[in-house]
């Protein structure tokens, strides 16, 4: 029997959609810096492997919902700094 994680068998829980959607909800409207710094503690906590199973699985999943939340903003900064570049304009600092 193969043992390894695996995150589509966990998103199939009930138990497990509801907590992803509940980490989800405060995590749109954080800024990068503070998505990240959450995401590096999120990764820290895991690594340590001293959460229970059920906590594990959440802060696993709410780093699923961090990460995807940096690679958007990210995304975001790309397209302007793109659109500020191709017209010409000084490419300095983009407001996020």
């Keep these: 029997m193969d043992r390894r994680f695996n ?3 966990v ?8 907590a992803l959607e509940s980490a989800t ?14 995401l590096e ?10 959460l ?9 999943e709410r780093g699923l919902a ?7 903003l990210l995304e975001q900064v790309e397209l302007k700094i ?3 570049d191709a017209s010409g304009n000084d490419v300095g600092a983009v407001p996020l």
Aim: aromatic share 6%; glycine share 4%.
């Design 11 to 18: 998103a199939r829980h009930p138990d497990a959609a509801a």
């Design 52 to 60: 229970p199973l059920e906590q594990a699985v959440a802060a696993y």
């Design 41 to 50: 503690t999120t990764v820290q906590q895991l690594e340590n492997g001293d």
């Design 7 to 9: 995150p589509t068998l």
């Design 66 to 72: 961090l990460a995807q939340r940096c690679a958007l």
């Design 25 to 38: 909800e405060d995590v749109a409207v954080l800024g990068f810096e503070d998505a990240f710094a959450r």
């Design 82 to 84: 793109r659109q500020v």
